[in-house]
Nanobody, 114 residues
Framework: QVQLVESGGGLVQAGGSLTLSCAAS????????MSWYRQPPGKQRDLVAT????????NYANSLKGRFTISRDNSRNTVTLQMRNLQPEDTAVYFC???????WGQGTQVTVSS
């Protein structure tokens, strides 16, 4: 079955960096677009970034361009989100998502202290 397992979340000070990883299994990863979403406390879940199967296309939420970078390794079935200059407003649960079939990981908490 489809499994998406996120890792790499944690507590970081404002201005710091974190890298999230998502390990995927149970589906043809190298032919699947993948996305990261985030859900701040008490708010809706919003798209962070999407990457095409061959990494030739990426798409970011406008407010995150330049600070967040999505990438993937099709040989390891992983998708990564590098986050730089984190701010308290980036505090959220971050989810890995496979758009086809709308599969979600369990999420990983990112907390940015001021």
């Amino acid at each position: 079955q489809v499994q998406l397992v996120e890792s790499g979340g944690g507590l970081v000070q404002a201005g710091g960096s974190l890298t999230l990883s998502c390990a995927a299994s149970g589906f043809p990863f190298r032919s699947s677009s993948m996305s990261w979403y985030r859900q701040p406390p008490g708010k809706q879940r919003d798209l962070v970034a999407t990457i095409s199967p061959l990494s030739d296309r990426t798409n970011y939420a406008n407010s995150l361009k330049g600070r967040f970078t999505i990438s993937r390794d099709n040989s390891r079935n992983t998708v990564t989100l590098q986050m730089r200059n984190l701010q308290p407003e980036d505090t959220a649960v971050y989810f890995c998502h496979r758009p086809t079939g709308s599969y979600w990981g369990q999420g990983t908490q990112v907390t940015v202290s001021s």
